[in-house]
């Protein structure tokens, strides 16, 4: 959840950790710190707020120059986001700088011994424990890789270590258990970083670290071992997308930036698909065709907006694949007993591949035998090595909190998954996924199109800031596309909305229904005859009760006109694909309204890019 930078090479430490820093606000944004290490001294610097507050601080008193040091952007989890508990922190002697991503569920017990053996701890933290331990095991021989290797063996939880030590000037030290970290190696230099956007500015080349692994990072070289001090493999890899892909390219915010890629995106994960035989192809699925003929059940996990996007794949694979399918709050999965079996299979899909209630959901089906599938963004992460296989989307960096192009490739990597089993299963004819296929690929320009036409839907969103709540409907896959939106309007303008499925709306939600409320109704395509007749007649029900209804509906169905007091006209495409341009204005919608509040749209409040804890 939150950023973390380390370097070691021949630059200025302070100008990369900085700059890295800022690449990764978006993961935290409650206080911001760095330490260098310059003629065996340590100097850091930290403050609350925002990274801005911490520059500030570093031009009125720049530390001392050092070509290693580390910086830290924090999510708060143990202890307020003020100065004194911002990272790094320091043993007692001042000679040991530790920062930290996760948590350390077993910190209090930790910091009793500790306090008890004399040690003085400043923080409410469960990070300046680690400082301290890290001291103890100094005091008793090795060097700091050594020390890491043995505290780590004492932490429980979930966590990202990186540490430096006067006494080791060319070294900084990483340790990761549950908790994501990445290395950036260069010429003469090299990094660490919670995120490859940290460093992408000066290495595209990087390396994959695993579970339970402490890596000794020096300007010429990189050593990896396990937490018992034994050599461990490591899988490099190119990032291919490079340091203009995280900026914000002319934009105001990255979040507006992301909505106006997502034709590309789409179209990118596509890409490759279809091949030389003709057959729809996925890349690294390492689930034989054999074992998915064995599947008899499909349990999708996520989070979030995630979590949408496995509700709409469940109407696709049981339309397409002729499975059946339930979808699952990651978080609660575990905890409920779930029947799972060696032919069932669990798809789980994060953006980031850190979120660690997906994580957690997948070991645990791990554990019972499932075959794990997982749908990830980031090239390297830990989801796609702990599945058996695995679905990349190539919607590139997502850098603002609340996602837009991800959930946009998800949905296409959900289409794909489905389209692959019925393919395998033969529920489907070969040239009938090749033609659901090409209309897949003909929706970057049906999303491009959608773009083009979102200034009525700006104004509309400026004309209700003031409002207090926006309620949204939906049928079929508009459910989870209503879901959605007033999932965005929620992280972004911090007012009360909320997505109803439209047929539950006379069974209590109708109560809400008041003069002027808006609400927005995704209406299915007029092919859907039943389901679209169904909700004209939800629509007229809360528009005689005063509701002010905003309507999404196909180019051409004049039936709703006479209905909608606002209509956003959205291009014709078939009913499962429908939220691939639907999601669209809900997106823009929610980013105009907190704009027009005054909101930071890429760093809501309260809120982390990844949650890398349960």
């Known amino acids: 959840m939150c950023g973390i930078v380390g370097y070691v090479g021949a630059r200025p ?52 120059a050092g070509t290693l040091g580390m910086g830290h952007t924090r999510w708060a989890t143990h202890g307020a986001p003020n100065d004194r508990n911002a990272h790094p922190h320091l043993d007692c002697s001042g000679r040991v700088a530790v920062i930290h991503n996760g948590i350390i569920e077993n910190f209090a017990a930790l910091r009793s011994e500790l306090e008890e053996g004399g040690h003085k701890l400043n923080s409410d933290t469960d990070t300046e424990a680690v400082a301290h331990l890290l001291e103890d095991e100094l005091k008793r021989g090795g060097d700091l890789a050594a020390a ?51 460093f992408i500015a000066h290495t595209r080349d990087a390396i994959e670290l695993g579970q339970d692994q402490v890596v000794e990072l020096r300007r010429d070289g990189v050593t990896v071992t ?46 490759g698909r279809i ?17 998915l003929r064995e599947v008899d059940k499909i349990i999708i996990v996520a989070c979030g907006t995630s979590y949408h996007a496995g509700l709409i794949a469940k109407y696709a694979i049981e339309h397409w694949a002729g499975l059946p399918c339930e979808v699952e709050l990651a978080s609660e999965f575990r905890y409920r007993d779930p029947i799972l079996s060696r032919s069932t299979l669990v798809i789980a899909i994060s953006q980031s591949g850190e979120t660690m209630d997906a994580l957690m959901a997948v070991r645990h089906a791990r554990q019972q035998h499932a075959k794990l599938l997982g749908i990830c963004n980031v090239n390297g992460s830990t989801l796609p090595r702990e599945c058996d296989g695995v679905l990349y989307t190539h919607a590139g960096p997502e850098i603002a909190v609340a996602s837009t192009k991800a959930f946009l490739t998800q949905l296409v990597a959900v289409y794909l998954i489905a389209l692959y089993i019925a393919q395998v299963r033969g529920t489907k004819w070969g040239d009938e996924v090749f033609a659901m296929i090409q209309l897949l690929e003909r929706m970057p320009e049906k999303v491009d199109k959608v773009l083009e036409t979102m200034e009525p839907v700006r104004e509309l969103a400026r004309s209700l800031a003031n409002e207090r709540s926006v309620l949204f409907l939906g049928r079929h896959v508009g459910f989870p596309v209503a879901l959605e939106g007033a999932l965005k309007l929620k992280e972004l303008a911090y007012m009360h909305a909320e997505g109803f499925a439209a047929g539950e709306l006379k069974h209590g939600p109708i109560a809400l229904i008041e003069e002027g409320l808006p609400v927005i109704v995704v209406v299915p395509p007029r092919a859907r005859d039943v389901l679209h007749d169904k909700i004209v007649s939800n629509i007229q029900e809360i528009r005689a009760r005063g509701a002010r209804t905003i309507v999404i509906a196909e180019e051409g169905d004049e039936s709703v006109a006479p209905y909608a007091d606002t209509l956003i006209s959205v291009p014709a495409v078939p009913t499962l694909l429908q939220p691939l ?12 309204l907190a704009t027009a509040k005054g909101h930071d749209v890429d760093q809501p409040r309260n809120l982390a890019k990844s949650v890398t804890v349960e």
């Open 275 to 291: 091949g030389a035989d003709g057959r729809l192809s996925l890349d690294e699925m390492r689930i034989t065709d054999q074992e």
């Open 581 to 592: 341009v639907t999601t669209v204005p809900l997106q823009v919608f929610a980013c105009e």
């Open 226 to 271: 396990d937490f018992d001090g034994r050599p461990a493999e490591v899988k490099e890899y190119h990032v291919d997308w490079d340091v203009s892909a995280a900026e914000k390219g002319g934009y105001d915010y990255f979040m507006l930036k992301e909505i106006a890629e997502q034709p590309r995106a789409v179209a990118d994960t596509l890409l």
């Open 13 to 64: 430490a302070l100008d990369v950790v900085v700059e890295g820093l800022a690449r990764l606000e978006y993961r935290g944004y409650d206080s911001a710190g760095v330490a260098v290490l310059a003629d065996g001294e340590l100097a850091t610097a930290k403050r609350a707020g925002k990274l801005v507050n911490l520059r500030e601080a570093l031009a009125e008193e720049p530390p001392p």
């Open 148 to 198: 890491m290797r043995r505290v780590c063996g004492r932490l429980e939880g979930a966590f990202t270590l990186v540490a430096v030590h006067t006494g080791d000037p060319d070294l900084v030290v990483g340790a990761r258990r549950n908790s994501p970290l990445v290395v950036g190696v260069g010429d003469g230099e090299n990094f660490l970083a919670s995120d490859v956007a940290a």
